[in-house]
């Protein structure tokens, strides 16, 4: 028999901004279903009808495109489904393996207060499931309202390999019976989340390890209905710098802000390729070259943390990967949009590799374009020690801005070599000490820009 190609899905609630742990997760489903030439799902799990927002699912959409993951076909959205998740708990009903309960929410919070204090894990007591079919009819004449449990089998296990954790057990006793409707109709997350992951034909799917407790009860769920179950693999947590797990509160770890400040897509990906999946390849990697080296036996089960500095590492790399081309888009009008197109990319070849944020160019725009730079302490200082020879001869061949020339006469006039030379040429040229090659520099800026910044200081 053939087998069958490898489906996953990134399933996100749109009840707030889109941060790095979940970005991993729907990265490394992405990069699954690429190496095995299968197929990536989108599912916008939006049935919190209180928290969900179309401008958050808007936004949700527009980042996982700006990082580059493409999905197969629409998206589901899960608030357009009801119907299939009402017809499905129909035929849990008539299999018996679910039962109305009519335990109040001060009922469940004592009995669970109870069971901790007893030292025991809070499960539910089983108590409506007890009751007589007159006691059941009797109180939903009385118009009682009544969440729906799944009957969990007294004895046995549910097992499963997990792709992260290998073989797992979970006791039915210590899952005890579940909600899969609660008592204002709304179907319980993990029940609808399992049914479209069949009907999607999902076959293998990652998800944070805080999904882990769910999914005994999505294999009892998916059991009782004849569906198929996907191979279930648990990531460790992404952590911030503070050790504790990334949320939707993170703001400046959203995708969108890491967007808004210039990060560059490749940067965030090849970092979140590296959190918690190991890799024999260390530099910087396309989508494709991600997805060919993935392996569900590289992921790791310990928590990974993301470090800003690291990221910071990743983006100088990208940078200096783009072409003229990408690099204007990416920098827009940070660079004057009135300069001749050879200018622009002059410009953008001299400082691209000083680089690493879109803001970062605004000090070199000024330096370039702008008014005679004033200088900083440490030029102050090596255009006062040096020979105002040296600033005469350079400012004379200085008329095409041409740093190769000024250079060759200033060295056969005063015979400077080294620092002595070209620390005050930059000082006078720049109004500081560090920063891009002069000599693509020069070529960008001006005519006569640098021959009346060295004559100045003759």
């Known amino acids: 028999m053939p087998q069958s190609p490898v489906v996953t899905r990134f399933a996100p609630s749109p009840t707030g901004e889109l941060h790095l742990g979940n970005a991993r997760t729907a990265l490394f489903n992405a990069l699954l279903a690429r190496h095995s030439g299968g197929n990536f799902l989108l599912r916008i799990e939006d049935t919190d009808a209180a928290r969900s927002e179309p401008a958050h699912a808007r936004q949700l959409l527009e980042d996982l495109c700006w990082i580059g993951l493409q999905w197969t076909g629409e998206p589901l959205y899960q608030s357009q489904r009801g119907a299939i ?20 929410r001060d009922e469940l919070a004592l009995a669970r207060a109870a ?44 097992e499963f390999v997990d792709l992260v954790h290998g073989g797992r057990h979970f006791a039915h006793a210590d899952i005890g019976d579940f909600v899969v409707r609660r008592d204002d109709g709304s179907t319980a997350f993990f029940f609808s ?19 882990l407790s769910n999914t005994p009860r999505q294999l009892l769920i998916l059991k009782a209905l004849d569906l198929p179950a996907p191979q279930y693999g648990h990531l460790a947590l992404l952590t911030g710098q503070n050790g504790a797990p990334l949320s939707k509160r993170d703001g400046a770890l959203s995708l969108r802000a890491l967007r808004e400040e210039g990060t560059l897509p490749l940067a965030l990906l090849n970092q979140l390729f590296r959190l918690g999946h190991s890799s024999a390849r260390h530099e910087l990697l396309s989508f494709d070259e991600m997805a060919a080296a993935f392996e569900t036996g590289h992921l790791q089960r310990s928590p990974a943390q993301f470090e800003h500095s690291q990221l910071l590492v990743w983006q100088k790399e990208a940078v200096h990967r783009m072409n003229v081309d990408e690099s204007l888009q990416w920098l827009g009008a940070r660079v004057p949009q009135d300069l001749p197109r050879e200018q622009r990319q002059a410009f953008i070849a001299a400082v691209l ?7 970062d160019v605004l000090v070199w725009v000024d330096v370039a374009f702008g008014n005679d730079p004033q200088l900083d302490a440490e030029a102050t200082a090596a255009v006062t020690v040096a020979d105002r020879a040296l600033f005469v001869v350079a400012a004379a061949a200085a008329a095409r801005n041409d740093f190769a020339a000024i250079v060759a006469a200033a060295k056969l006039a005063t015979g400077l070599k080294g620092p002595a030379l070209f620390k005050p040429l930059r000082a006078a040229l720049t109004g ?24 100045r200081f003759a």
């Open 85 to 104: 998740y009402d017809a499905h708990l129909v035929r849990l009903q008539e299999s018996g393996v679910v039962y109305p309960c009519f335990c109040s």
């Open 115 to 158: 069971q901790q204090a007893a030292g025991r894990p809070p499960r539910y007591s089983g108590k409506c499931r007890e009751l007589s079919g007159a006691d059941r009819a009797a109180r939903i004449a009385a118009g009682l309202p009544a969440s729906m449990r799944f009957a969990v089998p007294r004895e046995g296990a549910v």
């Open 353 to 359: 590799p000083n680089l690493v944020r879109p803001d």
């Open 432 to 455: 500081r000490l560090a920063g891009p090659e002069l000599g693509p520099l020069l070529r960008a800026m001006a005519p006569g820009a640098a021959q009346r910044r060295l004559a």
């Open 193 to 211: 989340n399992a049914i479209d992951d069949a009907l999607s034909g999902v076959t293998q799917l990652l998800r944070g390890d805080d999904h």
